[in-house]
DNA sequence: CAGTCGATTCACT
DNA sequence: GTGAATCGACTGA
């Protein structure tokens, strides 16, 4: 159930600043995906930080690309991504523009339109796996490339928005290594949880591919 | 223009 | 714990 002071959407300033100080400040906040059967709401409670000049784990490393456009943009848009030919994932992408910072979202409790989800995510075992895991999160939500580059500060009817939601405590704030990323970039300790929140998915560290043939 | 592999998930052993 | 699924963005020739 979320009460009315938490249903404030998050102002643009709040993403417009670097991305290591945005990334756990998401923890805790509501975001929201409007469809037409029904909004659904989670509860962050996982993210991964990715700072695009610098950040050999980024998108944005190697420069601006049809895929990557939305990273250079304005904060507060969605970045949405393919990859494993199969999933999406999301991102939200974090100031000053044209940086190309952006903060992964990788986890999340269903507060709302749990129905909803369990139809997209019909492996799911419990609600806690509803939103377990970035493309997890996306699938349950609905989100795919139709959405990339929404404004998530929007306050009209948009189909995704960030809510104040209710923060989590620095104390009760974890972090550690990025989950999959390959190389030197991963070690970087930008990934941030929830303490013992049961939605949060799995560390894995990057797993390379064997060759064919 | 072909080769490589990914900010992953799922089914199985 | 291991491997398959599946496709398109990116790379380098």
Not at 19 to 34: C, S
Not at 78 to 84: D, G, K, N, R
Not at 156 to 180: C, K
Request: aromatic share 8%; hydrophobic share 35%.
């Amino acid at each position: 159930m979320i009460t009315p002071p938490d249903r404030t959407p998050l102002p643009r300033e709040f993403f417009d600043r670097p991305v290591l100080e945005v990334a756990p400040d998401l923890l805790g906040r509501t975001l929201v995906r409007t469809t037409p059967d029904g909004p659904i709401a989670v509860r962050l409670t996982e993210v991964e930080a990715y700072d695009g000049p610098n950040d050999p784990g980024s998108h944005a490393y190697r420069g601006r690309t049809a895929r990557n456009d939305v990273m250079f943009g304005p904060p507060g848009h969605v970045y949405v991504y393919f990859t494993y030919g199969m999933w999406f994932c999301m991102n939200l992408v974090c100031g000053p523009e044209g940086r190309a910072s952006a903060v992964l979202l990788r986890a999340g409790e269903v507060l709302e339109g749990a129905e909803l989800a369990r139809k997209r995510r019909l492996s799911a075992r419990n609600d806690k796996e509803l939103a377990k895991g970035p493309a997890r999160l996306a699938t349950a939500l609905g989100v795919d490339r139709a959405l990339d580059g929404t404004d998530a500060c929007d306050p009209g009817e948009t189909p995704l928005r960030m809510l104040t939601g209710t923060p989590v405590p620095s104390d009760q704030v974890l972090n550690g290594p990025r989950t999959g990323v390959a190389g030197e970039g991963g070690v970087r300790p930008w990934r941030y949880w929830v303490a013992n929140d049961p939605t949060v998915s799995p560390y894995r560290a990057h797993a390379p591919r064997r060759r064919s043939s």
